[in-house]
Nanobody, 121 residues
Framework: QVQLVESGGGLVQPGGSLRLSCAAS????????MGWYRQAPGKERELVAT???????NYEDSVKGRFTISRDNAKNTLYLQMDSLKPEDTAVYYC???????????????WGRGTQVTVSS
């Protein structure tokens, strides 16, 4: 069974930093694109950043220059380094991964349960 588990959220003051992690687990899997999304109260879920299996990245405009997405393919782990955090970054952050399962021979998107990030003084 494939699972994504996020960690690293919390409360931080404006201008501070947090590092989110997302560990993918499962037998005989191959991970393609991965990404971070976020959902603030009363708003729709939105893309934050994505990274392909070869390391190509894409960022939502409001986080460019402040957030850095990376991955460790050997550990099946995704990261999001968030610097210069602003109150408007407050949201639940979700990990997403497109995964091929060699046991079921199916490819699909998986989601983590999310981790809360709150930026407040």
């Amino acid at each position: 069974q494939v699972q994504l588990v996020e960690s690293g959220g919390g409360l931080v003051q404006p201008g501070g930093s947090l590092r989110l992690s997302c560990a993918a687990s499962g037998r005989r899997i191959s991970i393609n694109d991965m990404g971070w999304y976020r959902q603030a109260p009363g708003k729709e879920r939105e893309l934050v950043a994505t990274i392909s299996s070869d390391g190509s990245t894409n960022y939502e405009d409001s986080v460019k220059g402040r957030f850095t997405i990376s991955r460790d393919n050997a550990k099946n782990t995704l990261y999001l380094q968030m610097d210069s955090l602003k109150p408007e970054d407050t949201a639940v952050y979700y990990c997403n991964a497109n995964i091929f399962n060699f046991i079921t021979t199916r490819r699909r998107d998986y989601w983590g349960r999310g981790t809360q990030v709150t930026v407040s003084s």
